[in-house]
């Protein structure tokens, strides 16, 4: 059923480690201009946890998605992932870590191994646009990736009109387009929103 992959989009993302304060993203995710709920990301030294919480009410259907990851990283590499879905009855489960020169993934259909440094869709840190693969922590799946710099565009955040990049990112698996997301950085290259097509709109991400 198409209400199954609305928000699966919703990816369990994660910055590279190294700070020492910690910082939070906060997103009011947007759906045909109501708030449907929020994504929280809040990282800390290595370890990032991502949060989100979903309520969408379609025609005669209430569509419930709760997530929630905790990632550690080194450098520009993931070390560690666990993450738990519920996309509107279906449940998911990742876990990963970094072991022997490869990075094994456990979900509850499969395990596989993957090259040792890899990422998932870190948004905020600015590296994700120059991957090839991108690890989907919300079910796995590990994707070919293709991102391209759209246009510059003043975009309204967080109350001010502030320059911006933006670019479109396409993921795929086997040559089947999964996933399509634009992202928005401003002139420091920090990730201020996010928009993805939906079989009901567009949902798209804004910054507290």
């Not at 840190?125 to 120059?130: I, Q, Y």
Request: hydrophobic residues 40%.
């Amino acid at each position: 059923m198409a209400t199954k992959k609305i928000i699966s989009f919703i990816i369990c993302l994660l910055i590279t480690a190294g700070n020492a304060v910690a910082e939070e993203w906060k997103f009011d995710a947007v759906l045909n201009n109501k708030v449907v709920g929020q994504h929280v990301f809040t990282l800390e030294n290595n370890k990032m946890i991502s949060k989100a919480d979903f309520h969408i009410e379609f025609l005669f259907m209430d569509i419930y998605y709760q997530h929630k990851s905790e990632e550690t990283w080194a450098e520009e590499c993931l070390s560690s992932i666990s993450s738990n879905t519920k996309d509107d009855g279906d449940l998911f489960e990742v876990n990963g870590n970094n072991d022997s020169g490869s990075f094994l993934i456990t979900t509850k259909k499969d395990s596989f191994d993957l090259p040792s440094c890899i990422m998932t869709f870190a948004y905020w840190n600015p590296k994700v646009l120059e991957q090839d693969n991108l690890l989907n922590a919300q079910n796995g799946q590990y994707l070919e990736v293709k991102t391209t710099m759209l246009k510059k565009e003043n975009l309204l955040v967080r109350g001010k009109n502030i320059a911006t990049n933006c670019y479109e990112m396409t993921a795929s698996k086997d040559g089947q387009e999964k996933l399509k997301i634009r992202l928005w950085y401003d002139q420091d290259m920090q990730w201020v929103a996010l928009k993805s097509p939906t079989p009901i709109g567009d949902i798209f991400y804004k910054l507290h």
